[in-house]
């Protein structure tokens, strides 16, 4: 396994264990047909919809919307 190989892995397993569910799949599928810049976007708003995810329902919790 080449060094440049074992990174991509290693990158892979820590979104992996970061996200949950299918979007690691589809930026993996995204990451191997475009490359890693063309789905830089597509990774930082899979970050942040989690993120907007879990503060929304944060915020329906506490004012119980």
């Known amino acids: 396994m080449t060094l440049q190989l074992f990174l991509a892995l290693l990158l892979f397993a820590a979104v992996t264990a970061y996200t949950p569910g299918p979007n690691?799949?589809?930026?993996?599928?995204s990451g191997m047909i475009h490359g890693f810049k063309a789905t830089?976007?597509?990774?930082m708003g899979v970050a942040l919809g989690f993120r907007?995810?879990?503060?929304?329902?944060?915020?329906?919790r506490v004012f119980e919307i």
């Open 52 to 60: 907007l995810m879990t503060a929304c329902v944060g915020l329906g």
């Open 24 to 29: 690691n799949t589809l930026l993996m599928a």
């Open 40 to 43: 830089l976007p597509m990774a």
